[in-house]
């Protein structure tokens, strides 16, 4: 778009890729921008998984979040200099950083003339899939990530060749039928490139050193958590088995595992679930299944395993039948 107002753009950006209010950098001025997008989705009409999208500014600009999607953004700068507010601090972006940011946390965006990008998107629960197998765990808090990549480092580096490829791929292909396995691919392994060079709240339990010796009396909890996850229990309970009282069974959960024992809990049960979902030789239905490790809220247990793992429980049949 050429000369156009910041109200026109506005209405542009209002159905695509990040919801924005965009103004001129100096009061009156339009703007110039070039701007290619592409997505890909599972489906025609479901929603978009993941986005790639090529933009130069000829003119400056700044755009003001507005109801983003729950998307991560990776940011990589190819020219001139980007300023990005996420609510905490304001960063100042040249062509040797990278970003990489929840679109929510993202209020404000600045770009400055001449200035070009390459991003790609793609939903939070794809990168809590990833994450999920990383640790061999379920996901049980928020996954909170954000921060700058040094593009001149050899892993950031190669994640920009990356991010590179699969524009181009995606690019490409535009407009043509093609098979997503190449670019779900590729797009796992810039996640996973990201999950291990960004800050974020799981980044310990990839790189951290392990963690001391668990005291013995949490240690019986656990065991007897595991020796009987499918039978319904209390906190109280599993504490008497341990010999310990409640409180002192809650600070040891929250000092050597950072989550309370209902948590750690629902965490071993999920991973049940899974097992028995990826076995693919149990004739059962998921919800069977489910109340043999008992959840009995159907909802709620599909709300956490898709939190935990990225993706809905039938999802993972389904895939667990396409790899077989």
Avoid at 220 to 239: D, F, G, K, L, Q
């Amino acid at each position: 778009m050429a000369n156009a107002e910041a109200d026109e753009l506005t209405e542009r950006y209002a159905g695509w890729k990040m919801p924005a209010i965009v103004e001129p950098l100096r009061p009156g001025d339009r703007i110039s921008i070039d701007c290619m997008c592409r997505s890909v989705r599972t489906k025609p009409h479901d929603a978009v998984r993941y986005t790639a999208w090529q933009s130069h500014c000829r003119s400056g600009m700044k755009l003001i979040s507005n109801a983003p999607p729950d998307q991560v953004v990776l940011f990589l700068q190819s020219s001139g200099a980007l300023e990005l507010d996420d609510g905490r601090e304001r960063h100042f972006l040249t062509s040797a950083t990278g970003f990489v940011a929840p679109m929510p946390r993202i209020e404000s965006l600045v770009f400055h003339e001449n200035r070009s990008h390459l991003a790609i998107a793609w939903q939070k629960s794809m990168l809590v899939g990833v994450l999920s197998e990383l640790i061999d765990a379920p996901v049980t808090g928020e996954l909170e990530i954000t921060g700058k990549l040094d593009l001149t480092t050899p892993h950031g580096s190669c994640i920009a060749r990356l991010s590179s490829l699969i524009w181009d791929y995606l690019d490409t292909n535009a407009g043509h039928s093609f098979s997503s396995a190449a670019p779900d691919l590729l797009v796992r392994a810039l996640m996973l490139l990201v999950l291990q060079n960004v800050p974020h709240s799981y980044h310990e339990r990839l790189t951290g050193p392990i963690s001391p010796a668990i005291p013995r009396k949490l240690k019986r909890a656990i065991e007897y958590m595991h020796a009987n996850a499918a039978s319904p229990m209390t906190v109280s309970e599993i504490a008497r088995e341990a010999g310990t009282t409640v409180r002192s069974l809650q600070t040891a959960f929250q000092q050597f595992k950072d989550m309370t024992p209902s948590d750690y809990l629902r965490a071993i049960r999920l991973e049940g679930v899974r097992k028995a979902l990826l076995s693919g030789g149990d004739v059962l239905s998921i919800a069977d299944i489910a109340r043999n490790w008992g959840f009995l809220h159907m909802g709620r247990f599909a709300a956490s395993y898709h939190q935990s793992f990225g993706e809905m429980p039938s999802e993972t049949v389904r895939r667990q039948g396409r790899s077989n």
